[in-house]
Each structure stands twice: as structure tokens, then as C-alpha cells.
């Protein structure tokens, strides 16, 4: 195990220095003939999305023809998001008017999921809004490994402590959800991948052959969810990741993690149970429970966390019949 674990991170986790030529990724691109999408999902995202649209447009469709469809997919914001999205020149949705006859849901999850239908290449790119140091790499590090190599489907960001430094090797891992709840997990029930530096990262491409065909929770849940659906239909060889250095975002309050890592588990064992590693759920609790201290005085605070699933794309009729 330990050495398969091994040649894994050596053959499929990549640095996205490695991809620096923008314009030969272009070339093979269109040589496969392949079409690249990028999302963005939103919620009130006005101070950064500019610049996120701004630099990645420019970059990564008019310098280099290495997007063919930038779209900004919002929740409904009620600040100057879309606006500020379409003036820089993203195309721009609202999840509520895409499948309208499936319904609308809140969540990023959500967004992520009608993206699929909404947008048309063959690899979708997503990256999230709050990102205060964008750079190109957060794109073209993740559609690289998917354009070179055919086995690879999905492609994972990780950041900020890169795991080789010139004085030696150096712990890397993700944030205080990954390293105190999910990498436990994944040790417990899923050892291999605990090869993923940075499950719950928000940065990830992947072919929508894959995407198409696993359901997507609309909450807190979505990233483990496609990795644990991923890695029981393909393995573990359908995984890359890159190294993208550093990334600066708006960091979450203790209380906002506990609720994520309440939804988190909710999806994590209805996938125990669904893959057959538990045999009975136990009646699971959908009322996330935290205290809060008033003037002296202890106050419990109660926050209902459901963690909904939309099923897989393709088993949506509008979906099938969209090009017909």
C-alpha cells in the first residue's frame, strides 16, 4: 500500500510550474479537440470577483485561447456580484433560472451542479470567488494534468505550504477542517486517499463524463461527496493534484466550521452506508448545537443543517434532451 500510495503522488501530483507554457497547453487542447469551461459560483461576492474575472479573461481567453466559456453562476446575491461579473465581461446566471423545472436550491453545491447542464466543454474548471491573490495558475495547474493525461479525471488544488522545500521535506496539509475531521476519517475508511493534500479545497477541474454521473450535495458535503463517489467508481489513479502555492482568501470563524463539519458528516455516512462499509444508519440528528456566552449568562444555539442531494445530471431529463 505504501508504495503504490508512493508512485501515485509521484506520477499524479504536479506543481503548476510544470505547466507554465500556457500556449502549448492551447495547442494540445485543440489537437484533442477539447472545449474548457470555467464556473465561478457566487454569493455576494462583489469586492472580488472583478479581479478574478478581469485577470483570468484576459489571460486565459484573449492572450491565450485556453477557455472557451467563463461563467459566473450566482446563489442571489443581493450586492453588485453580477453586475460587476458581466461588466468584466463573464457570462452571468442565476442558479434559480437554470432547470427551472427541477426547482432552486441554496447552496454552492447547487451551483456547481447546474453548471454542468448551463455550460458546454468537455472539461468544467471551477474556482471559487473569494480569492484576494488570483493568478492564471489557479486554472490552467488544474486543466493541464486533464489535457495531457487521458486516465486522469479529476484534479484537485492544494496550497500555501508545498511539500518539497529547499531545506527538506516539510509537513503540507489542508485547513482545520481537513486535518482535524475529514483526514481522520479518511485514515479510518478511505486510507488512500489520504493522499489528497487538500480534499476540501474549492479549486478543481474535472471531464464532465465524470461530473455527469454522481449526485452532488447542495451544502457543506459537495467536495467529499465527489471524491469518495469518484474513488469507488474509478480509484484513485482517476485523481491529479497541483501544487498552486499560495492562495489568500477569507478565512472562516470557528462557529461557521463546526456548522460545515456538522454537514460534512452527513454526507460522509450516508456514503459509509451506501458503499456498504456500515451496515445500519443510526437516525442521524439534523439540528447542529453550539453555545454561545451572553453577559454571563450560557446560551445554546440551535442551527438545522440538512444536507440535500441533487441527483446525478444525467439521470435529468432536461439534461439529456438539451441538445436535441
Not at 492572450?63 to 453588485?80: M, N, Q, W
Not at 482545520?176 to 479545497?201: A, C, G, H
Not at 463524463?209 to 467529499?224: A, D, K, Q, R, S
Request: hydrophobic share 35%; charged share 25%; aromatic share 10%.
Amino acid at each position: 500500500m505504501i508504495g503504490n500510495n508512493q508512485k501515485w503522488l509521484e506520477n499524479n501530483t504536479f506543481h503548476h510550474g510544470e505547466f507554465w507554457d500556457i500556449l502549448k497547453l492551447v495547442e494540445e487542447k485543440e489537437k484533442k479537440g477539447l472545449k474548457i469551461s470555467l464556473c465561478i459560483p457566487t454569493l455576494n461576492e462583489e469586492k472580488t470577483i472583478g479581479k478574478e474575472v478581469l485577470i483570468l479573461r484576459s489571460e486565459l481567453m484573449e492572450r491565450y485561447p485556453l477557455i472557451d466559456e467563463f461563467a459566473v453562476i450566482d446563489s442571489g446575491s443581493t450586492d453588485k456580484t453580477l453586475e460587476v461579473a458581466s461588466n468584466f465581461g463573464a457570462d452571468v446566471y442565476l442558479a434559480s433560472d437554470i432547470l427551472p423545472e427541477v426547482g432552486d436550491k441554496r447552496g454552492k453545491g447547487e451551483n456547481l451542479w447546474k453548471a454542468i447542464h448551463q455550460l458546454k466543454g468537455d472539461i468544467i474548471c471551477y474556482v471559487d470567488a473569494d480569492i484576494s491573490n488570483i493568478h492564471p495558475r489557479f486554472v490552467y495547474g488544474l486543466i493541464a494534468p486533464l489535457i495531457r493525461k487521458n486516465e486522469v479525471q479529476y484534479v484537485k488544488a492544494f496550497y500555501d505550504r508545498p511539500l518539497n522545500y529547499s531545506s527538506g521535506l516539510r509537513s503540507s496539509g489542508g485547513g482545520r477542517v481537513t486535518e482535524i475531521l475529514i483526514r481522520p476519517l479518511f485514515s479510518l475508511f478511505y486510507p488512500e486517499l489520504t493522499n489528497i493534500v487538500q480534499p476540501l479545497s474549492g479549486e478543481y477541474a474535472a471531464r464532465r463524463e465524470v461530473l455527469e454521473v454522481i449526485p452532488f450535495p447542495i451544502g457543506y458535503g459537495v467536495e467529499t461527496s465527489h471524491l469518495l463517489d469518484l474513488y469507488e467508481k474509478f480509484g484513485l489513479e482517476a485523481f491529479a493534484q497541483t501544487d498552486l502555492d499560495r492562495r489568500v482568501h477569507r478565512n472562516q470563524t470557528t462557529n461557521a466550521l463546526g456548522k460545515m463539519s456538522f454537514g460534512i458528516l452527513q454526507t460522509f455516512f450516508n456514503r459509509l452506508h451506501a458503499q456498504g462499509k456500515i451496515d445500519q444508519m443510526p437516525n442521524m440528528e439534523t439540528f447542529y448545537r453550539r453555545f454561545e456566552v451572553d453577559d454571563g449568562v450560557y446560551n445554546q444555539i440551535i442551527q438545522e443543517v440538512i444536507e440535500e442531494e441533487r441527483p446525478p445530471m444525467i439521470d435529468i431529463e432536461g439534461y439529456r434532451n438539451r441538445n436535441q
